[in-house]
Structures are given as C-alpha cells and as structure tokens.
C-alpha cells in the first residue's frame, strides 16, 4: 500500500516536472511572442513580483474570502434543501421545477444581473458562487437521501427506531458520500464562480487579476492567476477527498473517484 | 375456525389463527392461513418449508414489522402490535451498517432504546466477544467475511437483550464448512444466553441439528403441516449428525416437504406462465 502510493507520487511529479519543463522550453521556442505566452521561469519571476509588491497576497485574499463565504453558505443551503425534499414528497414537488430549471440555467448568464443588483464587490461574487455550488449539493444530498437502503431501514424499525432515528442514524450517514460527492462538484464549479464573477466587474481578486493583465497584454500575469486557481482547486479536491476517506472508509476502498 | 381463542398463559410465544395476505399487481396472494402453535421459554424452533411457504413473512410478523391481516401473536400472553422490546431479528443478510465498526454496529439495539451507558458498552463488547470476534471490536463490516458479518449480526440482536431471537436463515450465503461452525456456535450461543429462538430455514439437517422441534409448512398459503418432536441429546456435536436417529429424523421431514417442494415448483411454473401470458 505504502509502496503503491509513493510510486504514485514520484508518477505524478514525473509528470508535473516533464509539463513544466515542456511549457519552459516552448515558451522559449515557437510561442516566444510575450503577449500571447510566456515561460513558465518569467510566469514565476512575474508571481514573485506580484508578490513582493503586496497585490497577489490582497488577490489571494479576496478571491478566497469570496469562494469560502459563499461555499459555506451554498453548502448549508444546499444541504438543507436536499434534506427538506427527501422528507416531504409536497415539499419536495413544489421545489424541483425550480431546481430543474436554475440547475440548467447557465450562470455566467446570471453573473451580470448579479452584479447589477448587488454592486461590483463581495456581495454579487459570493452570491454568484453561491448560485453555482448550491445545486450540485442540493441535487446530490436529495438522490442520496432518496436512495437510502431500505434493509438497512427495516434493521432500524426492527430495534423499535422512531422516524428521527432512522433519518439520523441511517438514512443521513448513508447520504454522507453523495453529500461529499456533491461538495466536490461544488468545488470545482465554485472556483470557476469566483473568476466569472471577478471578470464581470470588481476591484481585486484572482480573477481581476486575470481581467487585467489580459486587457494590458500581459501573459504572465494572466497565467500567474490561472496557475493559482489551478493549485487551489488541486488543494480543496484533495482536502474534500480526505474528508470523504474519513467518513466512508468502505467506499474510499473501491478506488479513487 | 377463526374464532378468538385466548392465549394459553404458560406459553413464552403463542400464535393464534395467524393469517397474512397482500396485493401485488392487483392480484391478493394469501401468503400464511390459520397459523396456531406456541413455544415455551427457552425451546428452540425451527421452522421448514419449501420456497414460498411464507417463512419470512412468518418471522416478520413475529417481529412486528408488518401487521397480521387475522389473528394474533402473543408475546408472555401481551399481543404483539410492532417491532422493539423482547424480540430481536438475524436478518438472512447481514445488513450491517457499513459505515460503523464491529462494536459500534452490535451496540445499535440499545443506542436505538437510548441506552448509552458504560454498561451498555461493556455489555456490547461482551457479545463480540461471545461470538468469538474479540480482537476486531475496531473494524469496519467491508474488512470482515461473511461468517464473521454474520456473527457480527447475530451480536447485535443477543445484545438488545432479547427474550426471543428470531433468525431468518441466518446461514444461508454462507460456505458449507462455515455453516456448520456458526450452526455449533449458535448452539453454543442460545445455551449460554439462555434464550429462546425460532429459526427459519430450508436446510432440513440444520433445522433437526439445532432445534427442540421442527414445524413443517405447507406451500402457499403456508399452514403447519406437522409438528416433530427432536429427541436427541443435549448438548449435541457435530458428530451427532452421523447416527442413525439424526437420519432418521431428516428423513422423516424431507417425506413431509418432498410433496410441498413439487408443488412449490409447479406454483412457481404456472406463476411465471402467467406473468409472461
């Protein structure tokens, strides 16, 4: 198992060295035009300069305060709505047009509006990342709960377990990994939020930074932002993965997903 | 027939007039019809029968899971009107929750009765122990075979401290060798515990094997053919099965089953015709 693993590591920082130096020498080779690429050492050189100047570490900050307060919100909500729907098949019809529908509305769409109505700052970003991670974890957390394992029902009702007891001791933890499952779509969908959001209008964040270097021609300013949404969404996965691994160490065991 | 007939009071289970019917695709299927008998504390029962003899319905009612549709089941002359206190079901499979371990899944009766106590904890161990899993007390169902789950099974509903263990072919899914371990065990069990238990199967050498009698019962609807009386020795080995009484015994059943099993066969024929007509 030990051994499985580090041969995983040292696999997958083979290939991560191998793309950075791929990138390294085509930068300097047949993509040499610095408005449109640059090498990963002057993307580097450009993260350092940011750094020491104060912005990127502001940039970081906001785009994180904006991704958190809005993943938090959007999972509590998301949460909550999937456990009123599986527990009131009223309940449940009255909401799921309106899931249907706002699940399949594009949110870059809506992101503008947003903007419009909340101003260019914390508010419209985090409720455009609420908007977007919400429904993958309403969705997930109602078919988890609404596929709950009736034997494992019937094992409860045998013991004499009241309807409380069996939604907490059964149906809940047996929802938990669709739950986890939903949480990590969240992720994914939530940071790809904050970048729409910041494109459509703010003072600073990642994705500002992003806006700005591409409308000031600066490639490696634009792939200082890109490697850093990048590095997060490898960092959030991997803690939601460590989370799910904890809570369903039998299904942890079926590989990774 | 069907009049009301009050529980005769020495009795640990009695079963008066029992009958159970249900719809399914429009079609009302009788599954048990006028079901008498009784048990006294401390016997073990089996109960035998072809496939569709209503076996597990029989044990679900029993338990309280699901109502009779006439007639009653008295438990120490209470009638029984749903699942909890007194009784505890083995399920076929072992429906352990996979996301407890071995100690936390055998102490899920009393958590469900809110007992939480330290004697509850040590009694749960007590019981991992008795069915010979000391040592696994922190692992999770999916790291244990399927005799070991099945312990784990039987563990936890000896630990809701029942008056009556109801066990639903509890050996089913499980290898020959294996069976007949966990069958010596279960004898060991029920006699340490003191408890006592009814137990479905088809297993005809099983039922004879561990019970005081066996009830055999009709295909569907499933009534009680007859009744017999185990005369073997307690406590038995294994060995036991080899004499000449044992054979004897299963012999004698599998006459009184052979004719319900062809029928069964038929029934299940003509159903599936239909189904497909």
Redesign the interface.
């Given at each position: 198992m030990r051994i499985r693993l580090s041969g995983g590591l040292v696999r997958g920082a083979v290939s991560v060295l191998a793309a950075g130096a791929l990138w390294e020498i085509a930068g300097r080779t047949f993509l040499n035009n610095p408005l449109f690429f640059a090498p990963l050492s002057a993307v580097l050189d450009k993260m350092g300069e940011l750094w020491a100047s104060g912005d990127l570490q502001v940039d970081i900050a906001v785009s994180f305060e904006e991704f958190i307060i809005g993943f938090i919100l959007a999972s509590i909500a998301g949460i909550g709505i999937g456990v009123v729907m599986a527990s009131s098949k009223a309940l449940c019809q009255y909401i799921d047009p309106w899931v249907s529908m706002l699940y399949a509305t594009p949110f870059v769409a809506v992101a503008p509006l947003l903007v419009l109505w909340l101003g260019i700052g914390l508010a419209a970003h985090v409720a455009v990342v609420f908007i977007v991670v919400v429904f993958p974890v309403l969705i997930n957390t109602y078919s988890g709960l609404a596929n709950s394992d009736r034997?494992?029902i019937?094992?409860?009702?045998?013991?004499?377990?009241d309807q409380i007891?069996i939604f907490s001791?059964?149906r809940f933890?047996?929802a938990?990994p669709f739950i986890v499952a939903g949480l990590r779509q969240g992720v994914a969908r939530g940071l790809v939020g904050v970048v729409v959001a910041e494109l459509f209008g703010s003072h600073a964040g990642l994705g500002y930074l992003i806006l700005i270097s591409g409308q000031e021609f600066d490639a490696a300013g634009l792939f200082v932002g890109i490697l850093l949404f990048a590095l997060a969404g490898i960092g959030v996965v991997e803690i939601v993965r460590v989370i799910e691994r904890r809570?369903?160490?039998?299904r942890a065991?079926d590989g990774r997903s | 027939m069907t009049t009301a007939v009050m529980p005769s009071g020495d009795a640990k289970l009695e079963v008066r007039n029992l009958g159970k019917s249900y719809m399914k695709d429009d079609r009302g299927i009788e599954v048990l019809r006028d079901v008498c008998f009784s048990i006294a504390d401390g016997e073990f029962v089996s109960i035998v029968g072809a496939s569709g003899c209503g076996k597990t319905t029989l044990l679900r009612l029993l338990d309280g899971l699901i109502p009779p549709s006439s007639g009653a089941i008295y438990l120490d002359g209470r009638p029984i009107e749903g699942p909890g206190y007194g009784r505890a079901l083995v399920f076929q499979q072992d429906r352990l929750l996979p996301w407890r371990n071995v100690l936390s899944n055998v102490g899920f009766g009393p958590e469900i009765q809110r007992r939480n106590g330290k004697a509850e904890r040590e009694r749960a161990a007590r019981y991992v122990d008795l069915v010979g899993l000391r040592g696994f007390e922190r692992h999770y169902p999916h790291e244990l075979s399927g005799g070991m789950r099945q312990r784990v099974n039987l563990a936890r509903a000896l630990n809701a401290e029942p008056e009556v263990l109801l066990l639903d072919e509890p050996f089913a899914s499980l290898d020959a060798q294996t069976r007949e371990i966990m069958q010596a065990e279960l004898l060991r069990i029920t006699a340490e515990a003191k408890k006592t238990a009814i137990f479905v199967t088809h297993q005809i050498d099983e039922a004879v094997y561990l019970s005081d009698r066996v009830l055999v019962f009709t295909v569907r609807p499933g009534r009680l053919k007859e009744e017999v009386k185990i005369d073997l020795p307690r406590p038995r080995q294994l060995a036991v099965k080899r004499t000449p009484e044992f054979v004897s015994y299963t012999d004698h059943i599998w006459q009184l089953i052979e004719q319900e099993v062809r029928e069964a066969i038929g029934l299940e024929a003509r159903e599936a015709a239909a189904l497909h007509a």
């Open positions: 034997d494992l019937e094992v409860a009702r045998s013991f004499g377990a007891q001791k059964i933890p047996g938990l809570i369903a160490p039998w065991q | -």
